[in-house]
């Protein structure tokens, strides 16, 4: 899977290296160090957490993307500061979910659950495999790639040999799970792209589950997203049908928050692996239905057939933007030739706006800073692996 070049979407669209290059260190300002718009919080010399700023916690989803963000940035400082809060604070060695991160804690580190949300230990699994590749093991926690390999290793073998509490991934459909345990899986959670590299640098008894569920997501990935919309629920069936309409803390079977992520994975995993297995055509139909069905106002709730919701916006637009946009790289055609097709037109019409568009500002940026800043990265060709 070793990959020598990466797509520079924008360059296709006639951005200059020089202006991409000066937009993203604003970026990366913005996001880190802006005294004002900061997510990135540094209470002390060591340790760091990135604040979910509409919740005022810490979340391994955003935890394990900062560090992502850092490695794919060269930033080792921040990247070890990141992770040894989340392994001071989140990490959980004791009870049924030993070897877990609590999802959520407060500012302190105080748990505010003792539930783990698996999505973020695969993203802490990929982001210490490429920092172990990029800057070299360390010393402790700081022993990049064993840490990594032992969160995998949990994440799958919970719950047999006599080992307390439930596994992240479904052990006969190799589908990754919602929560440990649960009977469903949520769609944006799906990263076969990541999962073709565990088959190769986890433990090597646990390989062979990581090649199956290279497969199982894709193949899932394809059934989940709307055949004419594109979209995807925020929690899916193992068959890829919506599902938890009605919970205790609200529905669950829409094109929501969750979801917006599911084709910027898309794209990324084409981007890595460039195999398809019906997925990547879901790209093309969001890219379709939210440009042009609902050009005038895309930015909405919506069932995954693309009926509106109660005219209720998108609580995350930005976000929205910025992974519709990212999915451009799941579609082929190079958009900087001559009498481009439709689809590549209307492409092209998506990282310019999503160029154009500024940060988000408030209390809820940061999700879709999140998002914005790898949707950068991504279409710029700086979203990488390192092996």
């Known amino acids: ?48 957490y990135l604040e979910d700023t509409g919740n005022i916690d810490a979340r391994t989803e955003g935890m394990s993307y900062g560090m992502m963000m850092c490695v794919q940035l060269d930033m080792k400082k921040e990247f070890d500061c990141i992770w040894k809060w989340a392994k001071t604070y989140m ?18 580190g105080t748990k505010n659950a003792e539930g783990p949300a698996p999505d973020g230990e ?16 360390g010393e402790g926690i700081f022993a990049y790639s064993r840490e990594a390999k032992d ?9 047999s040999n006599g080992r307390p509490g439930a596994p992240m991934w479904n052990n006969d459909n190799h589908q990754i799970l919602f929560v440990p345990g649960s009977p469903f899986t949520d769609p944006s959670y799906h ?22 569920a290279v497969i199982a997501s894709r193949e899932h990935l394809a059934k989940a997203c709307h055949p004419v919309t594109g979209m995807s629920a925020e929690y899916a069936t193992f068959e890829g049908e919506p599902t938890m309409r009605e919970t205790p803390w609200g529905r669950h079977d829409w094109f ?38 609902r050009k005038e106002n895309p930015f909405m709730a ?4 693309g009926t509106v919701v109660e005219d209720e916006p998108a609580l995350h637009p930005v976000g929205l933007l910025a992974t519709t946009a990212q999915g451009t790289l799941a579609i082929p055609e190079r958009l900087d030739g001559e009498n ?38 991504a279409l710029s060709g700086r979203y990488r692996i390192y092996e």
């Open 1 to 48: 899977m070793k990959k020598e070049n990466y797509r520079n979407v924008f360059a296709e669209v006639g951005i200059s290296d020089r202006d991409v290059e000066k937009r993203l260190q604003e970026i990366v300002y913005t996001f880190f160090y802006d005294p004002e718009e900061c997510v990135y919080r540094q209470p002390t010399e060591d340790m760091a």
């Open 91 to 108: 990490f959980m060695d004791y009870g049924e979910n030993e070897g877990y991160f609590a999802w959520s804690c407060q500012p302190d």
């Open 122 to 137: 695969e993203f802490f699994a990929m982001a210490l495999f490429f920092a172990s590749h990029r800057w070299g093991d």
């Open 151 to 159: 969160i995998l290793h949990a994440a799958i073998h919970k719950g």
């Open 191 to 212: 990263l076969p792209h990541f999962y073709e590299l565990f088959a190769r640098w986890a433990y090597e008894e646990d390989r062979e589950f990581f090649k199956e």
């Open 256 to 293: 929501y928050s969750d979801s917006y992520r599911t084709v910027a994975n898309i794209g990324l995993d084409y981007e890595w692996c460039g195999i398809d297995v019906g997925q990547r055509q879901a790209a093309e139909r969001l890219q379709y239905f939210l440009g042009v069905t």
């Open 302 to 305: 919506y069932e995954i057939d």
């Open 340 to 377: 481009l097709s439709e689809t590549a037109k209307l492409a092209k019409e998506w990282v310019l706006r999503f160029y154009r568009e500024p940060m988000r500002k408030g209390e809820r940026r940061y999700y879709d800073n999140c998002l914005y800043l790898f949707a950068f990265l």
